[in-house]
């Protein structure tokens, strides 16, 4: 899309102005945001905008919209999705030998964060056979989520999708761990397998890639707090 506007603006009540005219979200609903500090980081996506208009540019535009569109008006199934990644934890599941060693120095602290934090106790088990959680530990995960609110619960989202852990996604969102070491804890396995077999590029292109989402979703979540 060949760029429309000149002027970038932050209304008051937190709106994005492009020459005055309000942006809206992709269900066509005004965008508001939660406080200045986001809207005004939004702007600037738009206002560094080129000739031409390229959404990936502006990840925290697609946060806001995703914010206002889906989680918003989908609360319920919001939180459902979230609780699937707590019910199938990556850090419950165990490797064997020097992996298995590397996994319970790492994640074990981890499972004693959640247990202390939120009174959820998960039971690890070794492979990727499905274990069962407690119903007393999945409903204090549930607990925990659902009181967030609507922007945390799509930051949070993100990062239990990139880590493939509720645990390690709940931790960076309390502050228990920055996005550098959540990342670094849910890849252990690829850190492994890198040691033995040599490294993937087309994997380390991706890794890259996901570390910078977790970094959007955490500044996201940032933002919409300040």
């Not at 549930?142 to 930051?155: K, N």
């Not at 852990?165 to 969102?173: K, P, W």
């Given at each position: 899309m060949?760029?429309?506007y000149r002027a970038v603006s932050v209304a008051p009540g937190f709106h994005i102005l492009l020459d005055g005219k309000p942006v809206l979200s992709p269900a066509r609903q005004m965008l508001t945001l939660p406080t200045q500090a986001l809207a005004e980081a939004i702007?600037?996506?738009?206002?560094?905008?080129?000739?031409?208009?390229?959404?990936?540019?502006?990840?925290?535009?697609?946060l806001a919209n995703t914010t206002q569109d889906g989680t918003r008006p989908n609360r319920a199934e919001a939180i459902a999705a979230i609780l699937r990644f707590g019910e199938?934890?990556?850090?419950?599941y165990r490797g064997e030998g020097e992996l298995?060693?590397?996994?319970?120095?790492?994640?074990?602290?981890?499972?004693?964060?959640?247990?202390?934090?939120?009174?959820a106790n998960l039971v690890t088990t070794q492979g990727v056979g499905h274990i069962d959680q407690a119903p007393k530990a999945l409903?204090?995960?549930?607990?925990?989520?659902?009181?967030?609110?609507?922007?945390?619960?799509?930051?949070?989202?993100?990062?239990?999708s990139i880590t493939g852990?509720?645990?390690?996604?709940?931790?960076?969102?309390?502050?228990a761990l920055n996005p550098a070491q959540a990342f670094q804890l849910s890849r252990l396995d690829e850190i492994y397998q890198a040691e033995k077999w040599g490294l993937d590029h087309e994997a380390e292109q991706r890794a890259s890639r996901l570390a910078r989402e977790m970094d959007v979703a955490v500044r996201f979540l940032y933002l919409s707090n300040r």
């Open positions: 060949k760029r429309f702007a600037e996506e738009w206002r560094t905008q080129g000739d031409e208009i390229i959404p990936a540019s502006m990840p925290l535009l697609r199938h934890d990556l850090v419950c298995a060693r590397r996994q319970a120095q790492a994640w074990d602290p981890m499972l004693a964060w959640v247990a202390e934090s939120l009174g409903a204090a995960l549930e607990h925990g989520v659902s009181g967030l609110d609507d922007y945390a619960l799509t930051a949070l989202h993100v990062m239990a852990s509720l645990v390690l996604g709940l931790a960076l969102l309390k502050g």
